[in-house]
């Protein structure tokens, strides 16, 4: 540590310093750059000028080019403790006509003390520190072919007499060039802070915060599930390119299936000509009754299809109707040329001459809604309202029971706050993220008694009437009940588990 803080603030011992180890002059004040949206300055220089960040950024850049290094030794690799720092490196060669094995190792390396940023920004930055490290390496080998043009170092070393004697005089005269011989680019260290100043700021500019009050609901943790499983996925692509299905081939194989819940999710507001703005201008053009059948097949699990020539709009429908369930429930297909079986889809969009199998068309687990277009009426296509009624939509589906008229208890709800026009949209919104945290709630106590401890029927049959689940309807509210299980977080499952077994073990100990 002593050594450190000498080596950072003596003036002598910078001077000496060569050419291999210096960015700047000892004179060269540095490089500044300043975000005028966030006043955030951007500083290159040769040493930080904090004597705990210089003794941090030191250890980083001895371990990247020593120890921290991934296998075949080029490439990028993610190392750190609390202590230190968590760092993320790069590294890479310089071809050098000079330098033993005619190249030079360098690395490019990034200190935070947030682990989670670092990891989340991996595919960022690897991405762009690329664009930046090949343009290093293809300037400095062109710097390398004409250098070994006019005296090619390789017949030199050959011909040259080795001996013990001359061999320490050899290693002192062959001393690391810097950077900005081997590419022969006068603006290097400038280019760099520019390119760095850029990557330091997009990548945080990337990532927003948000203020949670609360526990997290179900909705948040399966959405930071399908996040990082997709980032799980980029950095596999990227490890594993050199086989198999490339990254984006594979990623255009799942999107035309529609599994990106996150991509699919576009916001009304983008989509182009008439759609469907909320659940209540839904029911307005359906009407009531065809509303609750449709709503009633989108709670208790079944495939709903649209089909029709106007993908935006069916997009829109899914949209609203998705609203209804959590979002781990939702598997969804936006518009598609041929039928989906159910399992991997419970919305699904066609196009209108896609035919519907035989099986699925008497099934009572599905309904279609087939679009046809009715211009008679000469609707202006300004009007969202008016566009979307110049529409005729029939629903084919096997008869509707009458005592499904009495559940489930969530779409009773439902239809009360839809039907009170003194409501706004924004409210019955709210109404119905109530309604749908107050039966995950009822879920997971569900999950617990039936799926964790194995409790049997007839203490399942107490629980659900604690829970309001029995009486009218009940047969609709246990079957959403069940089909809102699968969409519990990972996360919930595991600590359930994970509790049980520690409970388990806690008596014997």
Not at 64 to 81: A, M, Q
Not at 174 to 181: E, G, H, K, Q, V
Not at 212 to 232: F, S
Not at 237 to 255: I, L, M, N, V
Request: proline share 5%; with cysteine.
């Amino acid at each position: 540590e002593g050594l450190t803080m000498r080596a950072n603030s003596s003036a002598t011992q910078r001077e000496e310093m060569c050419d291999g180890c210096r960015s700047l002059p000892a004179s060269h004040p540095g490089f500044v750059s300043i975000d005028d949206e966030t006043g955030i300055r951007f500083l290159s220089h040769q040493h930080p000028r904090q004597s705990q960040l210089f003794s941090v950024v030191r250890q980083a850049c001895v371990r990247s080019l020593s120890c921290e290094v991934c296998p075949g030794r080029e490439g990028p690799i993610f190392f750190g403790d609390e202590q230190h720092g968590f760092v993320f490196s790069h590294t890479f060669f310089i071809k050098d006509s000079l330098a033993r094995g005619f190249q030079r190792w360098y690395s490019i390396v990034l200190v935070a003390m947030d682990r989670i940023y670092l990891i989340n920004s991996w595919p960022f930055l690897l991405r762009h520190l690329k664009l930046t490290i090949q343009s290093l390496q293809s300037t400095a080998l062109k710097v390398f072919d004409s250098e070994q043009g006019v005296c090619p170092q390789r017949a030199v070393r050959m011909n040259s007499a080795f001996s013990p004697a001359v061999f320490p005089h050899q290693r002192s005269g062959n001393a690391a060039r810097s950077l900005t011989s081997l590419t022969q680019h006068p603006n290097l260290w400038a280019s760099l802070h520019s390119s760095f100043s850029w990557l330091l700021k997009a990548c945080g500019s990337r990532l927003t915060e948000k203020l949670l009050e609360g526990a997290p609901t179900e909705d948040t943790l399966v959405l930071i599930e399908k996040q990082t499983e997709e980032q799980e996925e980029e950095i596999n692509c990227w490890d594993g390119a050199d086989g198999g299905t490339s990254p984006s081939e594979r990623h255009q194989s799942e999107s035309e299936l529609g599994h990106d819940f996150l991509g699919d999710d576009a916001k009304l507001d983008e989509l182009p000509g008439p759609k469907f703005t909320s659940l209540r201008h839904l029911r307005q053009v359906l009407g009531a009754v065809e509303f609750r059948q449709l709503a009633w097949h989108v709670l208790m699990g079944n495939q709903v299809i649209w089909r029709g020539a106007d993908p935006s709009l069916i997009q829109s429908a899914f949209i609203v109707l998705k609203s209804l369930l959590p979002v781990g429930c939702v598997r969804s297909v936006p518009y598609s040329a041929q039928y989906e079986e159910a399992y991997k889809c419970n919305f699904l969009g066609l196009s209108p001459d896609v035919p519907i199998p035989a099986h699925v068309s008497s099934s009572e687990f599905s309904v279609l809604v087939d679009l046809s277009s009715d211009r008679s009426g000469q609707n202006s296509a300004a009007d969202h309202d008016d566009a979307a009624s110049s529409y005729q939509f029939r629903h084919q589906q096997r008869q509707y029971a009458a005592h499904r008229q009495a559940g489930p208890t969530l779409l009773n709800k439902l239809e009360v706050a839809l039907s009170n026009e003194n409501l706004s949209v924004d409210v019955v919104s709210h109404c119905l993220l109530c309604l749908k945290e107050e039966w995950m709630n009822k879920v997971k106590v569900l999950f617990k008694f039936s799926k964790v401890d194995g409790r049997g029927r007839e203490d399942t049959q107490k629980v659900l009437a604690l829970l309001g689940a029995t009486g009218p309807g009940e047969e609709d509210n246990v079957r959403l009940l069940k089909f809102w299980m699968t969409g519990l977080s990972k996360t919930y499952k595991s600590h359930l588990m994970t509790a049980v077994r520690g409970g388990e073990r806690s008596p014997s100990q």
